[in-house]
């Protein structure tokens, strides 16, 4: 949202990101004149922004990245942006006691305290991308700088942000091969970049996979319970698209299931709370929602007032790439799509095969896992068609794995989310199931 306000000024006029960052400057020198490194991150997290918004619109800039308390030093090039310095955290500032705040001095020329810099131009994207990965690590440095201070700890849903977005800017730098138009798009407006079957390093300084995996997985809040279901939702979401988009489909996996695990107790959570003030029994699960709904009969519908077009089809899509990660159902790319036929089009043999290829490999145990906590997700949203999904599946995939108790109780279900979608007039909510072990012995009759 923060970008987005940057850029909607900015297409109106290019000097009204000069003028931010200006401010954002003065900020982030008077925050590293009083030691407060959480004020002193935040403002050089706007100056990065600002940096990127100019390269996406094309604007020339220069910027002289001196690390020393000096007076603003400007461009001479006048067909250029004049950007003041950067200004760093100084040798100093990385003591753990706070210090008298004194008023910014002025040094004499060739009595720099640090290294300077060299100067960063829009036209140059490769010295653009030495700068904002340096950037990000300053601020990150700054923000873990702030939890020696009692008081000023910044709050891990906001440090887990910075990661993310720090990580999302390498791994669009990676998929475009550099800091170019794609990449821009990408990290501005979030148009998708088609990911290349090879990606050539020809520019020096592209951050490498690992590094973004590296990089993302600081993200990971400890302990996840400190959070919210909401903050913990964003920032899991999060780690899971940009190891997603490098290619880190196992990873993603791992961390999909951890955003499930903390998805099934809120959602259970909401639909108790909904049961409650619908004056029905939590317990009562999917029949409690069987009451007439919407369109049907022109009622107020059931505990949940759920209508059929109403349920999120994203996540489905969300749960079969989880599950394909772990070998639980083929992920069909574009050129197989074209000629193969998806799971509900399949004959019944070409089904069992393609179980028992799935069968032959990976670990049956997780397996069955993962399918109970897609069970459960759509259970608790609820989805009757996820429903019906997931727990064929589970039957397909454990087999002789699971008790017989247990085999019982999901075919009940299955029957049962069949009729509570049939009362809520729901059409067309029905599964089907099949496998090796429904053809037991066959006799040859004269």
Known sequence: MFTLLILAFARHAETNVDNYIVRFVEGANIARNNNDHLWHGKALNGIGVCLVILAYLGVDFQVSTLSSHRDYSFSTNPLKIQIPNI??????????????????????????????????????????????????TTILNLYNRSSNFQGETIPQICFSESVIRHSKFMASVYLANGLNTKSLTNIVLGDPIMKPEIIERKIHGLPDKREISASVMRAYPNPIEALTVLDASKVLGGIASVLGSIGFQRRKAMITRELIRILIPGLIQARVVGAAGAGIHP????????????????????ALDIMEDEVEIGIMGLLEDMCSAYGIVRKLNKNMAANESTDGERQPGEEIVAENELRAFGWTGLKIHVLRSCMSLCEALPDFNGVLKFTAQLLKMGG???SRDEQIKLATNISRTISAAGKLGMDGVVTSYWDAFLLREIELVE
Request: net charge negative.
């Open 87 to 136: 200004p760093y955290p100084t040798l100093d500032a990385k003591s753990t006691s706070k210090s008298t705040p004194t008023p910014p001095k002025t040094p004499t020329p060739g009595t720099d305290s640090t290294p300077s810099r060299p100067s960063t131009s829009a036209a140059d994207p490769q010295q653009l991308l030495e700068l904002i990965p340096e950037l990000g």
């Open 283 to 302: 317990a009562a699960g999917l029949s409690a929602t069987s009451g007439p709904i919407g369109p049907v009969s022109g009622g107020s519908g059931g």
């Open 400 to 402: 002789s794995d699971l």
